[in-house]
């Protein structure tokens, strides 16, 4: 057994060769399993707190574009 504290800054790394991971990540931070490829292959990492921003940057751009484009094109 293990008594060691974990590392504090121990990087969260998402394994994309289990499927049951790709499932478990993509539920994790919201999106599809392609989605969460897609998001790796965008930001270039597979640092789980790295793809988790692009995925919601990319929902907050896509929010964004469709409200103005509401606006604009009614």
Same mark, same amino acid.
């Given at each position: 057994?293990?008594? +060691?504290?974990?590392?504090?800054? @121990? @990087?969260? *790394? *998402?394994? =994309?060769?289990?499927? @049951?991971? &790709?499932? !478990?990540?993509? /539920? $994790?931070?919201?999106?599809?399993?392609?989605? =969460? @490829? %897609? /998001?790796? $292959?965008?930001? &270039? %990492?597979?640092?789980?707190?790295?793809? &988790?921003? !692009?995925?919601?940057? %990319?929902?907050?751009? $896509?929010?964004?574009?469709?409200?103005? $484009?509401?606006? =604009? +094109?009614?």
């Amino acid at each position: 057994m293990n008594n +060691f504290p974990p590392l504090p800054n @121990k @990087k969260s *790394i *998402i394994d =994309l060769t289990d499927e @049951k991971a &790709q499932h !478990y990540w993509a /539920a $994790r931070l919201g999106t599809t399993v392609e989605g =969460l @490829k %897609s /998001a790796i $292959r965008a930001c &270039q %990492s597979m640092d789980a707190e790295q793809v &988790q921003a !692009y995925i919601q940057d %990319s929902a907050r751009t $896509r929010k964004l574009w469709s409200r103005d $484009r509401t606006h =604009l +094109f009614g």
